[in-house]
């Protein structure tokens, strides 16, 4: 049985680090590289990074971080945030990421899965969606959950699947920031139609959250943020608290 898989998210403007970060022994909490460092060292399975500038400089900036970071850690990290071509994609592959993540510019250009696919190959290409449940059904928003569009959250992710995507990260906007626990119910409806990995995304407050979205959500991966970077939960401690739970988890 495959290794369920933790993942700490960064949000990252300008290079630097932003949401924030309450580690006592960072010398310099806005810097990337020395918390996916520290991440790294305290059990994280894979890191994602997601730029939310939205400047001109945005690809220099990120591919210079990218390096640093490569340089640093010894697991997957995921880069996420504006990435809408072949030319970026491959920049950010060449400086030492191992995935890219893609959203709006998916849904702007859903052909654009497929090159990403052909050129780098599918285990390279995250296809992140941000979906909300109104009356009823998941709708897909862009924008960080700002902007509805006419997609459902199923027929899009099985779309982005026959595209040619590796991976799905579902991030539930209604879970988000609740600290009430993963969309369960969406993850598990999404992990039994798709046969691609699933990172639950949105929602995580304590580490039953986790055990629940691996066991209900049927999720292969979790993703949180200030759950990890509050040390409200320590890593080590989560997978203990998974493996006691019979989910198996690298320790």
């Known amino acids: 049985m495959l290794t369920k898989r933790i993942i700490p998210c960064l949000d990252i403007k300008n290079g630097r680090t932003v949401k924030g970060i309450n580690f006592v022994d960072l ?16 059990g994280a399975d894979e890191l994602v990074f997601l730029d939310i500038s939205a400047t001109e400089e945005r690809r220099k900036t990120l591919a210079n971080l990218v390096l640093k970071v ?10 996420g945030g504006g990435i809408s071509s072949v030319e970026d994609v ?27 696919a052909a050129k780098f190959g599918s285990q390279c290409i995250t296809v992140a969606i941000d979906a909300k449940l109104i009356d009823g059904e998941w709708i897909v928003h862009l924008v960080g959950g700002k902007v509805p569009t006419e997609l459902n959250l199923f027929e899009w992710a099985k779309e982005v699947e026959k595209r040619g995507a590796g991976e799905i990260l579902f991030t539930s906007m209604n879970n988000d920031g609740t600290k009430n626990g993963f969309a369960n119910e969406a993850l598990a409806k999404l992990s039994t139609e798709l046969n691609i990995p699933i990172i639950a995304s949105g929602g ?16 292969d991966a979790a993703l949180a943020a ?17 493996r006691n739970k019979g989910i198996p988890v690298r320790i």
């Not at 491959?90 to 990403?116: E, F, M, T, Y």
């Not at 509050?230 to 080590?236: A, G, L, R, V």
């Open 70 to 79: 490569a340089e640093k850690i010894n697991i997957p990290f995921t880069v």
């Open 90 to 116: 491959d920049i950010l592959l060449q400086n030492g990421a191992d995935k890219v993540s893609i959203n709006s510019s998916a849904v702007k250009d859903p052909d654009l899965i497929n090159r990403l």
């Open 204 to 219: 995580a407050g304590n580490m039953q959250h986790f055990c629940d979205a691996f066991i209900e959500g049927k999720a």
């Open 27 to 42: 010398r310099d909490a806005g810097d990337p590289v020395e918390l996916a460092a520290i991440y790294a060292a305290s």
């Open 226 to 242: 200030s759950v990890f970077h509050f040390k409200e939960i320590e890593i080590k401690d989560l997978k203990e608290e998974l």
